[in-house]
């Protein structure tokens, strides 16, 4: 019974790992082809830029979920992939306040407000897990 927890455990734990790296890559094409597709296809400069703004977001948040994973695989510190989140994180908070302030000069009301929430979600949460990090950091 032993070696079945043994065993149980690292398939769950490899499970884990897997889905995480999956959902990583998964994104980062989703954000590859979004942003190919927008700029193919959108005529209207404010929406073609919003949208590529949301698919380079989704870029960042599957490198993001991906890059520590490959990075200790690839044996680097455990500084280097700090440095690299944050990198990838201070991005996500750059690129929600660009999509706010583009957001501000839509003209429907609804399609200004859910954008901006959109962007602002994106944003805080983006900045919280900064805040977390430098906790991290400091300790």
Same mark, same amino acid.
């Given at each position: 019974?032993?070696?079945?927890?043994?065993? #149980?455990?690292?398939?769950?734990?490899?499970?884990?790992?897997?889905? $995480?790296?999956?959902?990583? #890559?998964?994104?980062?094409?989703? *954000?590859?082809? @979004?942003?190919?597709?927008?700029?193919?296809?959108?005529?209207?400069?404010?929406?073609?830029? #919003? #949208?590529?703004?949301? %698919?380079?977001?989704?870029?960042?948040?599957?490198?993001? %979920?991906? $890059?520590?994973?490959?990075?200790?695989?690839?044996?680097?510190?455990?500084?280097?992939?700090?440095?690299?989140?944050?990198?990838?994180?201070?991005?996500? @908070?750059?690129?929600? $306040?660009?999509?706010?302030?583009? &957001?501000?000069?839509?003209?429907?009301?609804? *399609?200004?407000?859910? &954008?901006?929430?959109?962007?602002?979600?994106?944003?805080?949460?983006?900045?919280? $897990?900064? *805040? &977390?990090?430098?906790?991290?950091?400091?300790?």
């Amino acid at each position: 019974m032993f070696h079945v927890m043994l065993i #149980l455990i690292s398939l769950v734990f490899l499970v884990i790992i897997g889905s $995480i790296l999956l959902f990583g #890559l998964i994104l980062v094409m989703a *954000g590859i082809l @979004g942003g190919a597709t927008v700029t193919a296809l959108i005529k209207n400069k404010i929406v073609k830029y #919003l #949208l590529f703004i949301a %698919c380079c977001i989704l870029l960042l948040v599957g490198s993001f %979920c991906a $890059i520590p994973l490959i990075c200790m695989f690839l044996g680097f510190s455990s500084e280097i992939i700090t440095i690299i989140s944050a990198f990838i994180l201070i991005s996500i @908070g750059i690129l929600s $306040i660009v999509g706010i302030i583009i &957001s501000k000069s839509i003209g429907k009301k609804i *399609g200004r407000v859910i &954008s901006i929430v959109a962007f602002s979600i994106a944003g805080s949460i983006a900045f919280v $897990i900064i *805040g &977390s990090l430098a906790l991290v950091i400091m300790m």
